[in-house]
Structure formats: C-alpha cells, structure tokens
C-alpha cells in the first residue's frame, strides 16, 4: 500500500534561510506525487506535482521539488523563505486507479524574523 | 478562475443531529472526493464519486452517506453525530475522464464541524 512520510512535524527557519521539507513514500510503482500548503483556516492550495518527466518539478511563491527514485523522496525546498511561507505543508500521493490522495502527517514551517 | 465551492462554511451540531455538507466541483470536473482533516491531523480519504457514481471509499463511518448529483455537485450526508466527528471536512474536484488519470485535485476552503 502507499505511504508518504514527512520527517520532522516542526521546521522552524529565519527569513532568508533555505527552506526544507521532507517527504518520503513508499510504493513499488512509480507514484505521482504532491506538495500541498495549508494556511491557518483555509484550504489545501497545490504548490507542485510529479507526475512523470523532468523530475526536478517548481511550483508556486518559489518553490520547487525533486523526484528521486533511489531515494524514495520528494523534498520540497525554496531558497529564501519569508514570512508569508509560515504554513502547514503536506506531502500526497496519488493512491490506486481512482485518484484519492494519501497524505503525509504534514510539517508546520516557522519562519522567524 | 472558478474554485470549488463548499457550504456551510462552518456547522455546529448537537451530538446525535444530522448534519449535510455540500460540494460545488469546478465546471466540468466529473470527480468529487471527501476529506476529513481532525485537529491537528492530515486529511484522511472518506469517499470518492467518478461521473455520479462511487468510486472509491476510504474510512467512512457506516453513519455517513454521500452522492453526487446530475449537475456534479456532492451532498455528504451525517447521521447520529458523535463528539469525535468534529473535523474539516473537505471536497475536492478534479477531471478524471478515464479512471486513472492524474489530473490534480483542487480543494475547496472546507466546512468545519463542530459537534457539542
């Protein structure tokens, strides 16, 4: 069954720092694979997919994402966060043939003056 | 551009009430999935409809009932409420067309339930 693993529930950087957040998945297919944001009280906005190609994927506000197979990864990085970037972020999955999505416990990201 | 709509953006229920939460998709989106999102936790899948009819069904109590309508939009239907259905409660539209395809899903804002 698929899986996706975010490490770390907390990430907390200062404005201008690199911005890392991980996931991992589990799957014996190739997965497609998504990054999402959630700010406070609102819904989940796409940030980035993978579906197949280019693995090295961007998304909004900065963004970008980078598909390794060997790894079993899908880390999602920006170079500079503000912050407007302090959100919870979720990793998906799409999961089977009928597209229901399984997501990973989510990372909250501070970003600090 | 159009985004998918959802009402009650806020419900409060007593426990044992009923509750219904619907789902407008994006203009010609044909499938509909629920999430339910508790506090502090990531969405879990709930059910799924493809061109009017289930597609899929995840961890949807037996008390919970759903459809999707002629014109596409979704009722999630909630019966015998219990404290420990106090969640956000999500829809999401994408365009399948063929089952398999990986189009993205797009959220709505989300109902949020409070059961007292």
């Known amino acids: 069954a698929q899986s996706v693993t975010q490490l770390g529930s907390h990430v907390s950087v200062s404005e201008g720092a690199l911005v890392l957040l991980r996931c991992n998945y589990s799957?014996?297919?190739?997965?497609?694979l998504f990054w999402y944001v959630q700010y406070p009280n609102q819904g989940l906005q796409l940030l980035l997919k993978?579906?197949?190609?280019?693995?090295l994927v961007k998304g909004i506000n900065g963004f970008e994402a980078e598909f390794k197979k060997s790894e079993t990864s899908f880390h999602l990085t920006k170079p500079s966060a503000h912050m407007s970037d302090a959100a919870e972020y979720f990793c998906?999955?799409?999961?089977?043939?009928?597209?229901?999505?399984?997501f990973g416990q989510g990372t909250t990201l501070q970003v600090k003056p | 551009a159009a985004g998918v709509i959802q009402s009650p953006r806020h419900l409060i229920k007593e426990k044992r009430e009923t509750a219904t939460l619907k789902c407008y998709p994006i203009?010609?989106?044909?499938?509909v999935y629920w999430y339910q999102q508790g506090p502090g936790q990531d969405p879990q899948f709930l059910i799924s409809?493809?061109?009017?009819?289930?597609?899929d069904k995840g961890s949807i109590p037996d008390r919970f009932s759903a459809q999707q309508f002629s014109d596409y939009h979704s009722e999630l239907n909630m019966s015998s409420l219990e404290l420990g259905d106090s969640a956000l409660y999500f829809c999401?539209?994408?365009?399948?067309?063929?089952?398999?395809?990986?189009?993205?899903?797009?959220f709505g804002p989300g109902t949020r339930l409070t059961v007292l």
């Open positions: 999401a539209s994408s365009l399948i067309g063929l089952v398999g395809s990986t189009d993205t899903q797009y």
């Open positions: 799957s014996s297919v190739p997965p497609y």
């Open positions: 993978y579906t197949t190609g280019a693995t």
């Open positions: 998906a999955a799409f999961s089977g043939n009928t597209g229901k999505l399984i």
């Open positions: 203009p010609r989106h044909d499938t």
């Open positions: 409809f493809y061109e009017k009819m289930q597609s």
